[in-house]
């Protein structure tokens, strides 16, 4: 299980010394294609001309495996921190009629310190939704393709202030990985870093927002984000590669690279943020100086090659990274959803999320 902790982001001071992020270059043709929940092989024919001569071809998957939830979903404990940060899977839920097994779901839900643990609390509501009946909620909308996470802090905090060194509440989804070890030789060439274009594309709403201030607050931020894990083929080599979509502290924010610290269960990895003023290319989910709580949907649509390309130069500028090249390195896990310090109550609606890889 992943967990994103560091302290150089929570600081906004630090965020004004981050490098500026790479160029964006023109992305491929996006095809028409209906996209399935399955990883499949996309092949569009490209013509300017009408002659076979000047045909060419250009091949894309869908890099996000079950994006229907069609294999359930794995819910998970909050880790132990008397007993080694441990943690366990405590039921499989079923989106469908369908049963669904541990084994072979692909999707897990990670509660990370947000208040009484959901295995002694979980409400039987409709299978559409995993639920506390009050502080926790995600659930998916197969008919809008849409997911909801709605996290209520207070049950961890219960009035007191977020302190330096806390732990801190998490609503997340997340795929260890993609199994890209399972994967056919051709297959594993999309999810090598060195495709020609990675596209992310999603729709995006912040549903309710509020905010508590408390006497004592070290610092108070609310995050939703997206992280993929870039990890070596033949390596050790791994990063978080993330997304900003929101941060209640500033509007459109900027471009982050630093390394995760700070706490005793940190991973000491590098984190590359690619900053939210870069993922909207209009208006975020802020309004007025502020965020805005249901207003209307965004669309993001962002090829990560290049942010890739400059993540691998960063890392090796400041000897991070072992291999030199992107066809050593895979986009081979995600996780996406709230991380956040301080007392807040906030939805987030996200729907139509899509990461698509073109070659040649």
Known sequence: MKRIISVLILLPLLLSACTSPPEITETAIITETELTTETEIITETVTEEETEEEKSEVKSMQLIPDLEFKTGMRLITQKDHKNNDSFRVFQTHAFYDEKVKESTARWGLAQWDSGTDLSQCLIESNKSTVTDGKYRTFSY??????MTFYLDTSAYYQGSPAVQGDYWPHLLIEQEDFRYKELDKPTREYYKCRCKSIILSLDIKLGDYSETAVD???????????????????????????IQFFDNRYDKGDHYIGYDGGKADASGAMIYLIGS????PGESLWKDGAPQPNGEWRHIEIDLKPYLEDMLQKGLEDGYFKVKTLDKLCLNGMN?????????SHTMYVKNLSLVSYTE
């Open 336 to 344: 996406m959803g709230w991380e956040t310090i301080g007392t807040f």
């Open 141 to 146: 909308d197969a008919d809008e393709n849409m």
């Open 216 to 242: 004592g607050d070290w610092v108070r931020a609310a995050q939703f984000l997206l992280y993929f894990y870039v990890k070596g083929i033949n390596s050790n080599d791994f990063c978080w590669f993330g």
């Open 277 to 280: 003023k870069y993922a909207y």
